[in-house]
């Protein structure tokens, strides 16, 4: 026990010591936060696009209006001829042009018909879809509007509600996916290199010849990490709450444990890693395509996984931090407890203990 | 009668149908300096491996500090010291840290390394450095602590895997003074290298040639022995006759 308690602090002089490994810990956790939490948002804001009305009529100029008074757009007024159209687009600055034909308004008044075209930037299709989505939605609101001056027979109005995010709030689904992949990459990549890089020193075959157990070799090197990742998931959660506005929803207790669940799992990956390697770039690279790629496809935080191809959607299925992210997302989302989630908390735990089994296994062997 | 600290009988190592050990015997006596030669790929290594309990040999019989080499390697750690080739101290701890990292590693007690490490300190003219990280320190410095380190649990053996590698002839020098202090204070040194003129500061001297052992006599018997002026020209002798391959 004496002996584990000199190792461990060993661990954390090199922790400590080394600039890289601190910065990777610490400030990889606050740059992707800020960056999924601001910089890629899906959600479309501030979008400039241009009206060319040429009908000038009272409804053109109303429904000009509404769009204008949206947060979505910025508005530029133009009347051109449709050559002008595709050099406005082409220059990409604008998004999207609205043209009202100059019979917009007494053809609505007349045969309560009338039409308006849209037109967008197509080689953008997320941000084109959502403009029209949104320009869609705002005309449907002003035809309600005029309504009762052309009275419809029925009228289907879908009433939207994103539950578990009212707001729309971007941030919402990327956490837990950041989380995933920040405990990830710390977890497994420096783990395997801190051993790797003691195999490439020649310290290990020291230690090895000491009286020092193999197993405690491991473990004294996992402990150091372990408790730095449980800082590391406290500051991600503070982030989330306090820099883009998240709620958690569920029992903040449950989170950690089932984070420190996670962590264990990334920690057992990264000493099964740090055995089949002998170069601190092979581990590192080992542990990015290893799980930080299939972190991102297929946890379902940026694709969605229904949309895969069946054998992908099965290949999910043996990358833990798909079941982290589902266990995330149940708490912190939607506030479930535990009997929601023991699932998959189950399948963590089994994953662990196989990787774990491995690692030890492996590592002895090499003793041989 | 001289203590006997290591004895080999018959000992083999097998991979496959490669024998990388091939049947080996020897004694090692208690304060020897026992050198360990042959070209790569000879096993130097792997029989080197076995006596420090990192590996299980195939075949033949072996103990170390009174211990075997099959059920008590775990006892055998205990009792002996290792330095290797390549500079085995951590380059961003201090020198004091170092040393109590190795110290507890060992399971020494917390007064007894305070106590050693000062005295070591002072022994080497570290003072002023204690506190600096190693990794800071010149080569030669830095191999004389790892050798201070090797021994500073106080191992009935000490093994020196080409300690000296890389390092200048003057640091060489004050490196076997070390090493002649220790042997002196009854710690069995053995060492493998590949400097022939080191061969000739051992008390004996055994030379591997594909797995097996060639020759094991002082270096004064092997002179007159193969009829050459140095342990070099011996080597080479037997050497030339080697069938492997440098295959490390």
Redesign the interface.
Known sequence: MKQLLTFVKKEFYHVFRDRRTLLIMFGLPLVQILLFGYALTTEVRNITIVISDNAKDINSQQLTNKIKSSAYFNVREAVTGSKDIEKILKKGEVKAVVIFPSQFGSDLQHSGKARVQVITDGSDPNTAKTIVNYLTAIIAGYQQQIAPASPLPYTIVPEIRMLYNEEGNGSLNFIPGVMALILMLVCTALTSVSVVKEKELGTMEVLLVSPFKPVMVLISKAVPYLVLSMVNFILIVLLAVFVLHVEVKGSLLLLFMESTLFIITCLSFGLMISNVTSSQQTALLLSMMGMMIPTIVFTGFLFPLENMPYIFQLISNIIPSRWYFLIIKAVMLKGLGFAYIWKETLILIVMTLALLGIALKNFKIRLA | MEEKVITCRNLTKQFGNFYAVNNISFDVYRGEIFGFLGANGAGKTTAMRIL?????PSSGEASVAGFDVYRQQ?LI??H?G????????????TVL?NI???G????ISRKEINKRSEELVRKLGLQREAKK?VGELPLGWKQKLAFSVAIFHQPKIV?LDEPTGGVDPVTRRQFWDMIYEAAAAGITIFVTTHYMDEAEYCNRVTIMVDGKIEALDSPANLKKQFAANTVEDVFYKLARGAKRENSG
């Open positions: 420090c309990g990192l590996s299980f775990e750690k205990q002996i290792y330095m290797s080739q390549k500079f085995s101290l951590y380059e961003n701890l840290e109590e990292f190795f507890g590693a060992y399971g990280l093994f």
